[in-house]
């Protein structure tokens, strides 16, 4: 499922002028699609989240709060800069109703499926023909 995200000539985003693509675990339930990002040292305020029916965009920018000195050294391999990244869904989501939870350094998104993809069993009344 994620082997479509990002074209592989991309890496981990360098050629497009990005720092890097945030890690994505993705589950489906009979109700909803399950996805976390993986997202460390930013705050909820600094993450652009927007979601499609079959679709859902994630940018933000996570900055760098090295000071340094003027006869200090720091090495760092923490990435820092923006990232951006569409994840295509599974199935079509109600996009009106997505629950969305930052903790720890993991986005935590649940899409609930719209209701034509949820496969529920539904009663059909049959009318009479009617006599010509």
Do not use: C, W
């Amino acid at each position: 499922m994620f082997d479509r995200l990002v074209p592989t000539d991309v890496g981990n985003g360098e050629k497009m002028g990005l720092s890097f693509i945030p890690a994505a675990e993705m589950t489906e339930t009979p109700e909803a699609v399950q996805l976390k990002l993986e997202i460390p040292g930013m705050e909820a305020k600094d993450l652009n989240v927007e979601v499609t029916a079959d679709s859902l965009t994630i940018n933000g920018e996570r900055k760098s709060e090295i000071k340094t000195e003027e006869e200090g050294f720091t090495r760092t391999e923490f990435r820092y800069g923006k990232f951006h990244r569409v994840i295509p869904l599974p199935v079509q989501v109600d996009n009106t109703n997505v629950a969305a939870e930052y903790k720890d350094g993991i986005l935590n998104l649940t899409l609930p499926k719209a209701e034509e993809e949820k496969n529920k069993v539904v009663k059909v009344s049959i009318s009479p023909a009617i006599a010509q």
